[in-house]
């Protein structure tokens, strides 16, 4: 038993009451163990880790499994890199921005390397109305447009190609990021996956066969990603227009390799030789 203190109400004077140790004490751990609280609030690297903000959904189901948090992070950048620019971005994040847009978001591009296809936007479901271009030719000035709208907080999302940003450039970013509402995507080339960087989701995309991509995460918050994630992603429009057989080319280039028979002159195949007989010894 163990006295514990109690304030009156009506003259402001302690009353002392009685209570059970066992009540008042928090429960004692058992050597090597943790408190529960203290256990829930702990992340282990061998755990995919949640995300600090909420989430926007990739749009492919196999991606979000490895992402933390099941989704494009906000409050953080996400740094995509690809070996050719402004070839497959759109096809990667473009299922995400629909759904912002559908919100009533804004997107807001950066310095693309190429005039955004208004067409092929509105197939991914991207309105103009919705898109805001910022033309910047110079790092200097993508660079600083990036951090002014990151600070801004008022656009959906966020979608700019660095490909000249230092690490330290990267790591200012992310520090505007953290109170950002909306994703963050930078575009850099694949051979800044070589360069450290402060970002904490870093994805490598590149295409695959059958109009897929490939996408490999570099870094997360939780256990090395080992493999590749393909990602079925037809180009906005041609969906409705390619055949079945178009859709696979994969297995029209399997049937040109295949070996094909002899044929003849005449154009039948050519007959069989016939088998050899030893001639009987007498």
Known sequence: MSAVLSWAA??????????HASRSRPRRSAPGELPPEVEQAV????????ASGTVVSSGFAALDAELPGGGWPTRGLTEVLSPQPSVLEWRLIGPALQGIVAAGGHIVVIGPPKTPHLPGLRHCGIDERHLVWVQADAPAERLWCTEQLIKSGACGAIVSWLPQARPEQIRRLQVCAQSCEGPVFLF????AQHEA???PLRVFTTFGIDWALQVQVLKRRGPAHDGVVTLPSVPGGLQTILTPRLLRPSQLLAARTLPREPVHALGSNAPAAAPRRSAAVR
């Open 188 to 191: 850099r080339p694949a051979a």
């Open 197 to 199: 960087s402060a970002a």
């Open 43 to 50: 992340w282990r690297g061998s755990d995919l880790g949640h």
């Open 10 to 19: 009506d003259d402001g004077l302690p009353a002392q009451s009685f209570v």
